[in-house]
């Protein structure tokens, strides 16, 4: 009777181990962004400084929003002041450069 038990339980929680890992691969997308922020922006933007806008400080990034996602995104591209062109992520699309501004600007 025990026995039996300790085999449902088991199987429980493997169903669940399972269901948990699904879940993880449906936020792929989510994780290569912040796999791409973490290797090229976070050396600039993780950290407080005058110059870059701090990374998930949604105070410091208001100023910046206020021109438009399409300037900001333009403004990464070509570079804009100490920040080279495309942040130096030179394997990064339109489209990621796109959700590593929107990932950066918001809280975590
Ligand atoms: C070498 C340091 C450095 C790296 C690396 C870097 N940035 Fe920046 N970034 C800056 C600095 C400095 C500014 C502020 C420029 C200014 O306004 O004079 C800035 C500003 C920005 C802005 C605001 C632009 C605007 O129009 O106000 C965005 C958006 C941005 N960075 C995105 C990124 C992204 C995305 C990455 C990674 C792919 C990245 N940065 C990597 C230094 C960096």
Request: glycine share 8%; hydrophobic share 40%; aromatic share 6%.
């Amino acid at each position: 009777m025990i026995r039996v038990s300790g085999c449902v339980r088991t199987a429980v929680l493997c169903c669940f181990g399972t269901l948990l890992a699904s879940v993880h691969v449906a936020a792929a997308t989510d994780d290569g962004v912040k796999e791409l922020y973490s290797i090229y922006c976070a050396s600039c933007h993780g950290v407080k400084s005058a110059e870059a806008p701090e990374a998930f400080n949604t105070a410091v990034w208001q100023r910046r929003l206020a021109k438009g996602a399409d300037s900001l995104l333009a403004n990464t591209i070509q570079g804009i002041g100490n920040m080279p062109s495309q942040g130096t992520c030179f394997e990064c699309t339109k489209d990621d450069l796109r959700q590593l501004i929107q990932y950066m600007s918001n809280t975590k």
